[in-house]
């Protein structure tokens, strides 16, 4: 769902919010809170014609009647209170203490609306790839999918590259349907977000841990110093659970909003550690970890492996159809859990309706890995 809210006037806008259940004998409870970064604006430019405006962290200053919108996932029974976090540029009082609107004015109106369920794809990558990449543009578009390309150091939101990323997507998920990315570059290429698993929570020492030199006294009263503290030494195995450990996660690309439609930072806490994980709190910041977009990756490093790639793609898309490998497909099952097994026999139901002819392999728990290997490549 899109919560569009039209304002006119002459505004500063900070942040806007959403109550729900607003009656005498309850407190409200806040729906959305969502700061200028998070939502876009479409600016009227004329009769009938709208531009898209993002917020880049500057306040918007209007004149006219402009609407917010922010995608909203979930719809809770009850009234709904729209408000406002502005400051009023003309010296009118239609904004009382300090600005906040806690209920909607006249001059406001509001509109709950289905998102429209969209297909497009934005292609992210660095400067560098975009001449290749224009022509994998050139073809999805006239395959019928609209498809947008960024070039991710162009973007200036977000406290660092990753989050940057993570905005863009927002934007152009909320304002042009985007469903699909596509992360063009390697990790020396296009940032990657590393996520934080550590033993307990609060119980890892990362500046200490990752210094240069490491003096460690042990239960004995023992005294080593390490040049570092990969380096070894008998501290080793007591220590090395309270080591953080960091994971690279395309999930944090494609987990864009939380259950009532804020924005996910994947830093709740604002402590600088993004997705973190521990021992006695799996989920300390309180992350959903349900994608909104599907995310992949094209681990490319060179103008010439794009070059390839683009061909590739191009090429299959052109001629899969008309293939004879087309309608052939390979399921492979592990029994190790008998709902994978019942997935894959509803699998195999579904493909052999639709003409497809298949080789279905359940995979015995026993079987080494060059054994299955081996089974697999026989099968042409």
Known sequence: MTLKLDLYGKLQIAEF????????????ELMIRVSRAAFSVAKETGPGVYGDVVFQGIPL?????????VPWKQLFG??????????????GDRLPDGGELWFIPSECKVELAATPRGDGLLIVMPREFWDPLTRLWYWKRKTGIPTY????????????????????????????QVRYVMLVGDSEKLPVRYTLQAYEYGRFFPDDLLNRHWRWTDS????????NWCAGGPWVNEMAAFVPRFFASELYYADLYGPRGTFQTW?????????????NNLNPE??????????????????????????????????AASSTQFKKAL?????????????????????????FTFYYYEIPQDQSADQYVNNLSSWD
């Open 286 to 319: 309180g992350i959903d970890l349900m994608p909104d977009v599907a995310v992949g990756r094209v681990p490319a490093s060179t103008v010439q492996e794009v070059e390839n790639y683009v061909t590739k793609v191009i090429n299959y898309e052109a001629n």
């Open 267 to 279: 830093d709740t806490n604002g402590n600088g550690y993004f997705g973190e994980a521990y021992r």
């Open 220 to 227: 004995q009263g023992r005294h080593e110093e390490v040049w």
């Open 61 to 69: 200053l209007t004149e006219s009647s402009f609407s917010i919108s």
């Open 78 to 91: 009850g009234k709904y209170v729209v408000g406002v976090w502005a400051h009023s540029m003309d010296g």
């Open 331 to 355: 399921i492979a099952v592990n029994v190790e859990e008998r709902n994978w097994v019942e997935c894959g026999a509803k699998l195999k139901e579904s493909l052999l309706a639709k003409g």
């Open 149 to 176: 390309m960024v070039a991710w150091e162009s973007l200036q939101y977000g406290r660092d590259e990753a989050e940057r990323i993570k905005y863009a997507i927002d934007f152009y998920y909320r304002e042009h």
């Open 17 to 28: 919010f959403v109550y729900c259940n607003i009656d005498d004998d309850a407190a409200p």
